[in-house]
Structures are given as C-alpha cells and as structure tokens.
C-alpha cells in the first residue's frame, strides 16, 4: 500500500511564527520519507482542500522550507471560513474525505485556533463513519492566547512581546511631550474575549509612573467615570496617561464600546476601534490632547521582534503534530506545558481535541490588579518567559529576508468542483 500523504493548513488570523510550526511539520515529515509520503498544503487554508487546490511541498528546495522559520504571515495562505456543523451541511465534511481519499491523504494537520480544533474534531469522527479514516491533528495557532490546556498558545508570546516594547517606546515619546503638547495616548490591541495581549502590555511598566498607567480588559467592565478619574489621576501625577485597550473592552450589560453594529464570517461582532471611542470620550469629557494608534496587523506580523521562545515553541509543536501522528494518535493537539520550577521549563502533552474545541481561556482574574487597570506579579512572572529572547530574520541590505515559495499546485483529479 501507498504511503499516506499529509495535508496541512492554516487557519484564521496568521501570526510571527505559523510558518514555523508549518516548517516543523513539512521537515519533520521529510525525516521519515519511510512512513510518509508528500506534504500537501491548503491554497488558503480549508479552502484548499474544498476547491483541491494543494500545493504541493516537496518541489519547495530544503532551504526554502527552512526560511519558513522565520517568515511570518502564512505562507500557504489562510482563510476565515468556518465550517458548518455536520447536521448542517454534511456535504462540505464529505467533500474533504472526498479530496483526501482521491490524493492519498491519510494525515489531518489544522493549525489555528478553537475552530480549527473543532474542524479536525468533526473530521476525524466522520472519516471513521465514512470507512475513510483520517488522522486529524491539530496544531495550535493564535494570538490571543484563549486555547484551553495548552499553557500559552504559539503566536502569542511575539505579540506580547510587540505590544509590550510598543508602548514602553511610545510612553517615552509621550512622555516627553506632555508638558507642552499630547498627554494621553491610546494603543488598541487584538483580544475579543480574552485580555492577555492587553495584559501582556503591563511588562512595559517596571516602575512605578511607567506606561501604561491603564490596561482595559475584556474581562473587566468598563466603567466610564471610574475610568476617566484614573486618566485624570494620572495626567495629574505623571504629566501623561498611556493606554492600552483591547478590542473587546465591554460594559458591564456586554456591549461592546466599539460595536460597529455588523457581525463577521464566524458570526462574531465586528468591532469599530476602541481607541477613537475612547479618546473621543477623554476629549470630550476631559479637553486633553490625544493620539491613539491600532496595533492591527503590525502586532501579529512583527516577525523582525518576535520572541525566540515563541518560535522555538511553534516549531516544536509543529514537529510534535506529525510524531504523534506516527505513534498513532489521533483528535489530538499537542499542548503546551510548564514546568513547576523556578527556571522556566516547558514540554509537550497530549490534548483531547473535544476538550480543546472551542472552549475559550480567560484572563485569571488574579492576574489582574485589584482595581482592574493593571497586572500583578503572578501575571507578571506567567508573561515574561514568553517574550524572552530575539530571533531575528537574516536582513539583506537592511531589509529582512523571507521565504518566497513557488506553491506549485498539485494536478485536480476529481471532476466535481466544489462551490463555497
């Protein structure tokens, strides 16, 4: 019998080191050419694999595999395409088995966040009831940092990293312009539900006057007049206030201070810039001057600043992914552990994907500060090994370098196509 191909995909959001989970699973699966066959990747994601769009890995030179380490973005393309539940439309779960079987795939590797979990979840059930059975996997990915079990999530160390650097370096600017000119600054980070971008933020103050004087939480409600007596406060005491906000900052009923009033292709609400209504509100109700920034995009593509321990971990799980695969394993995520001493250490588990599909981790509520605008020590000693260390790209006159693949797409064999 043939041996079985892999296809792998990423999904949702990218991040500073996705492709260095990729590079773990396509050079991990090279090492064993005796068990495994080529590795195939998604055309934007499960996109790919619905449409039998694949490119195929194996005419991408080893060098070129091994500059995914330090690319970011996705490099095979990545979509925001969440699919139904199987009572709902069976038919696209049956059009993976479909695409998997007619290439020889025996090997599921989904590398995102909670959908994704549950995509290899389904997929895995089905492909048993199909008498197609595949070995789904996934490989965690996401820069909020809400996957459940796993201790930290790869892609979030190097956006706490970002974040944090971020608005130590913009404090500084602030503040040594307050006394004539802007004196609150506003950086609007990613974190729906979850505050830990938002928190990671708060390694930035070392000492006591240090930005950012006020973090907003998912978690916490937002409370106006609480809030702009503590800018108030700390314009009064420092000269400035810096601001970091996360995009999910609510009321107490749940609403959203930015909700743009439209939803997203997950069903999720679209937010529209927490920072504007923020600082719109300090104006107005306050008459400071005022600069916001939206981290956006920058704070999850900021491969030249990414965190060594964040790659180093990304890889790991990405070669994990395809070990556990060989053993045998399957509806699994291999999840991220530390170690209980004082030197921080981490390893590698086993995750039950049913434990892990989209259940979303929150921010502990005593990592953050009594009054709800900053962090604590115990916050504080969780995100610091995190953003520890630099791994920087190659740069070539001045520039970094990435990796450019050549995505030679495998010939479609099915007749059918497949309408999204």
């Known amino acids: 019998m043939a041996k079985k191909n892999v296809f792998y995909a990423q999904s949702g959001g990218v991040t500073a ?36 769009e694949l490119i195929d890995t194996s005419k991408e030179t080893p060098t070129t595999i091994a500059a995914l380490r330090h690319t970011p973005s996705g490099a095979f393309g990545s979509c925001r395409y969440k699919l139904k539940s199987v009572e709902q439309s069976r038919a696209e779960y049956e059009r993976l088995i479909e695409v998997f079987q007619a290439h020889n795939i025996g090997y599921f590797f989904y590398n995102g966040g909670g959908d994704s979990a549950d995509t290899c979840l389904k997929v895995s059930q089905l492909s048993e009831t199909m008498g197609y059975p595949i070995q789904a996997i996934h490989i965690p990915k996401t820069v909020d940092n809400d996957l459940p079990i796993t201790d930290n999530c790869p892609g979030f160390g190097s956006v706490a990293k970002y974040v944090a650097v971020s608005i130590k370096e913009a404090g500084l600017d602030v503040a040594s312009m307050c006394e004539s000119s802007t004196k609150v600054f506003i950086l609007e980070v990613m974190g729906r539900h979850a505050g830990w971008i938002a928190g990671a933020g708060g390694l930035a103050a070392e000492q006591e006057g240090d930005a950012p004087q006020i973090i907003l939480f998912p978690e916490i409600a937002f409370d106006k007049p609480r809030f702009l007596a503590k800018v108030k406060e700390s314009v009064e005491r420092y000269g400035y206030c810096a601001i970091v906000a996360s995009e999910g900052a609510r009321y107490a009923d749940g609403r959203f201070l930015a909700d743009a009033g439209s939803v997203d292709a997950f069903g999720h609400t679209q937010l529209g810039g927490v920072a504007p209504t923020l600082a719109q509100m300090i104006k107005t109700e ?21 965190s060594a321990t964040d790659v180093e971990q990304a890889y790991a799980v990405g070669k994990a992914a395809v070990e556990m695969a060989l053993a045998g394993k399957n509806a699994i995520m291999p999840a991220i552990i530390r170690g209980s001493g004082k030197k921080y250490s981490w390893s590698i588990k086993e995750a039950p994907l049913e434990d892990v599909a989209n259940v979303e981790k929150m921010m502990p509520r005593d990592f953050i500060s009594a009054d709800g605008f900053g962090i604590t020590d115990k916050a504080r000693s969780y995100f610091e090994p995190l953003v520890q260390g630099e791994d920087y790209p190659p740069y070539k006159k001045g520039m970094p370098q990435y990796a450019r693949l050549k995505k030679v797409m495998l010939p479609k064999v099915l007749k059918n196509s497949f309408t999204l």
């Open 286 to 306: 306050l008459g400071y001057k005022y600069h916001w920034a939206l981290a956006d995009y920058l704070q999850r593509a900021a491969r030249h600043i990414a």
């Open 17 to 52: 080191v996705i492709n260095a989970s990729a590079c773990g699973v396509i050079e991990t699966a090279r090492q064993h050419k005796d068990r495994i066959g080529k590795v195939y990747a998604g055309h934007n994601g499960i996109i790919g694999a619905l449409r039998e």
